[in-house]
Structures are given as structure tokens and as C-alpha cells.
């Protein structure tokens, strides 16, 4: 039986997860407090008791360690390892012998979040060994039936908003507060409105275009775009931004990749629209002279490239993982948990247009098993359904003195 823990929450997604999480750990007998950073946070915490950080980023290690000495705090649990505000408390916690559990959203999706102790992504504990994967994999139980539930996105837009919209207060309540994220709410939002409507607009064009790729069984090979804002680019590669991907990927694409084939660059569903990438993929493809060779899409059925294409080039999106369950040769141009000899290519990009080669299909089952047993929970962050599911995976797994994956290690 594990022994009665006192959690401290840092900042969670925007939602009412966090809220709904503290619930369930108190009614297990655990004592649980906050820190809100700004507005939203407390928003979302509904008015309860909480400490709220209004000082500088320079001092709040100093302000993490009172806490954790006059609260008594064993764990801490936070959403996302790079955010500014959570790095000094996953550092000075691992120093002091503090436990850090860090959510995610799900290394598989759409039916699972990521929960790991001390890092995930590239700060993941999973081993890079793929005789550990088909080891583990081999010894682990059938995995039990996902439960799946609806999201609608404009669940997760009205939550967003509401966040955000708190902010307003922030010059006054939390006036040394700096978001993480590298645009503003209002410009974010501002993209949205001109983006969305849009796609309508490109969907029958994109559809004809897979479509047509499909029928003429015409060599293609897939990018799909990732957010530049996310830590996976800004924190965890080396591009400072897609247009950087874009411009490595049409480069290499132009000199090695065969003469007949094509390449499709697909946008991520929730990009903004501000980065202008059909202008960028024009300027590349006939700078580099392949301007009859690129498409871009905004929308389409990505499964459907994905099981058709010759390969797929991420930076380290899920969307790999996606590739290689779909048995589609895989490039990752970082360090993704799923980049291991067996399921991706393993040499350069240049050598991969033409000696790609699909991945081990029973490794990834052995890998695909072992990291939702080991880091995954059934649920989501956003909707009543999905909230309920991932609080209720996720309490026995904090409370517990191993973690799935120490259990394995």
C-alpha cells in the first residue's frame, strides 16, 4: 500500500484537469497543493486555497524550496517539462529528492495522455534500446482495451479562450508573469479566425490531390508539419522553426530524392496560419528547382499518405509513430522516443529517399505495447469524459512508489 504523499501542483493544461486530479488524490487521502503563475491558473482552480507566484523567474527557485520545506512536499506535478516557470522546479525537486510527474499529451493519440516521472519527449526515461522494447514487449500481458471518448475541438477552443481571457488581469494580479508560448493569446486567436474558416475552402482540393496521388500510384513521399511554437522544435531539435524543417527537407529532396517521385507537405491542424508556409514551400520548391514536384496541403486524410507513401520525414512528431504503425519507412531528423534501430531509417536524410525501408512490424507491437503500458493513460485533458478517464488512470500511478516503467527498468 503506498503511503500517504503530499503533492504540490505547478501549472497544468487549460482545463479543469488539474482541478479534477487534486479531487481525486485528497479523496485517497493525500494532501495536495498549488501555485498558480497567473490569471488562468487560478481561474481553473476554481477560487480554491492556493500560493500564487507573482515574483521574478530569477527567484523562484528560492520561492519552489520554501514550499516544498514548509508544505512537506514528496511529489510535484506539472504539464510539460521545458515550460520556463517548471524547469528550476524539475532541477531543485530531483536535487532534494522530490518526485516530478510530468503529463503530456499522448505519445499515441487520440485516446491517451503521456505520464512519466522526471521528463518526457527527448527527457523521457524509456530507454533507447530496441532489444529492451522486444524484450519487455514479449513479457507484458494483452494490453487492455482502450475506452474511447469525443473531443470536440471547440471543447478545448472554449477552455483555451477562457484561459486566456483571465489573462487580462495578469498586469495587476501577476505582473511579473511571461507566457511561455511565443505569440500572444490575441494574435493566436486572430490566426485561428482567418485560418479555420478557410479550410473548407481546401478541403475538396486536398482530397483530390491525395485522391489523385493514390489512383495514379504516383512515388510520394510525406513531411508533415509540426508547431513551431512547440517545445518539440524549440526545445528538442535542431530547427529553430518549420521553415528551417521545410528548407533542409526540399534540399535534400531536390538533389537525392528519385526523379519521378513527389513530395507532400502537409500543415498541422492546429497551426495558426501566421507562418505563411505555402509562400515558403513556393520561394523553396523553385529555388531548388522542384516546383512541379512539392505539394502542400492544409487538410486530407493523412492515414491514407502515410500507408501509401514511399517515406515520411518528421522532426520528432507523434506522426512518426503514426508512420511506422502504418508500416511506412520513417525518418526522424531529432530524437523521438520511437527513433530506434528496427523502426526508423538510421542513416541520413539523403541516403533515405532512395533506401528507406519499412520498420520491424513486431518490434513496433513490442515498442507500441511497452510504452503505453509503461507512460500512457487512457484519456484527455479537455472534455468531462476524457478528464474523468485520464484522473482516474492517473492516481493509483502517482501514488505509487514505482512508476510502470521504473517497474521495468
Not at 119 to 135: C, E, I, K, Q
Not at 221 to 239: C, T
Request: proline fraction near 6%; glycine fraction near 8%; aromatic fraction near 10%.
Amino acid at each position: 500500500m503506498s503511503r500517504v504523499r503530499s503533492f504540490l501542483l505547478l501549472q497544468g493544461v487549460c482545463s479543469p484537469f488539474f482541478l479534477r486530479l487534486a479531487d481525486g488524490l485528497k479523496a485517497d487521502g493525500h494532501q495536495v497543493h498549488k501555485i498558480n503563475f497567473n490569471a488562468g491558473d487560478w481561474l481553473y482552480w476554481g477560487g480554491r486555497s492556493a500560493s500564487n507566484y507573482r515574483g521574478r523567474l530569477a527567484d523562484l527557485q528560492d520561492f519552489l524550496d520554501q514550499k516544498y520545506r514548509t508544505l512537506g512536499i514528496t511529489d510535484q506535478v506539472l504539464f510539460g517539462d521545458c515550460r520556463p516557470v517548471h524547469r528550476p522546479a524539475v532541477a531543485h525537486g530531483q536535487a532534494l529528492g522530490i518526485r516530478t510527474h510530468v503529463f503530456e499529451e499522448g505519445y499515441f493519440r487520440p485516446h491517451w495522455v503521456t505520464l512519466e516521472r522526471d521528463g518526457v519527449n527527448t527527457h523521457s526515461l524509456l530507454p533507447r534500446d530496441p532489444n529492451w522494447f522486444a524484450d519487455v514487449g514479449r513479457r507484458l500481458p494483452a494490453p487492455a482495451p482502450v475506452q474511447p471518448f469525443v473531443s470536440p475541438f471547440r471543447i478545448r477552443a472554449m477552455h483555451d479562450i477562457a484561459y486566456h481571457s483571465a489573462g487580462f488581469w495578469n498586469p495587476v494580479a501577476f505582473p511579473r508573469y511571461r507566457t511561455h508560448a511565443p505569440v500572444s493569446a490575441a494574435t493566436e486567436y486572430a490566426g485561428y479566425a482567418r485560418r479555420l474558416p478557410m479550410l473548407r475552402y481546401h478541403a475538396p482540393r486536398d482530397d483530390a490531390l491525395i485522391q489523385g496521388l493514390l489512383r495514379d500510384a504516383t512515388p510520394f513521399y510525406v513531411l508533415p508539419l509540426q508547431l513551431g511554437s512547440d517545445a518539440q522544435i524549440r526545445e528538442h531539435s535542431m530547427f529553430n522553426d518549420m521553415a528551417e524543417v521545410i528548407e533542409y527537407v526540399l534540399a535534400s529532396f531536390a538533389r537525392h530524392a528519385p526523379a519521378q517521385s513527389r513530395l507532400v507537405i502537409k500543415n498541422h491542424p492546429l497551426d495558426i496560419g501566421l507562418d505563411q508556409h505555402a509562400r515558403t514551400i513556393r520561394g523553396l520548391a523553385a529555388h531548388y528547382d522542384v516546383a512541379g514536384r512539392v505539394d502542400y496541403i492544409e487538410t486530407g486524410n493523412l492515414d491514407a499518405l502515410l500507408s501509401h507513401a514511399r517515406g515520411t520525414v518528421t522532426v520528432n512528431s507523434t506522426v512518426g509513430a503514426s508512420s511506422l504503425g502504418l508500416n511506412c519507412p520513417t525518418l526522424a531528423l531529432s530524437n523521438p522516443i520511437y527513433h530506434l534501430p528496427g523502426l526508423t531509417f538510421q542513416g541520413t536524410l539523403d541516403d533515405f529517399w532512395r533506401n528507406g525501408t519499412p520498420p520491424d512490424a513486431a518490434l513496433f507491437t513490442h515498442f507500441r505495447n511497452t510504452v503505453i503500458h509503461t507512460t500512457q493513460v487512457n484519456g484527455g485533458f479537455y472534455c468531462r469524459d476524457g478528464i474523468a478517464l485520464a484522473v482516474a488512470g492517473s492516481r493509483r500511478l502517482l501514488a505509487a512508489e514505482r512508476s510502470p516503467l521504473e517497474e521495468w527498468l
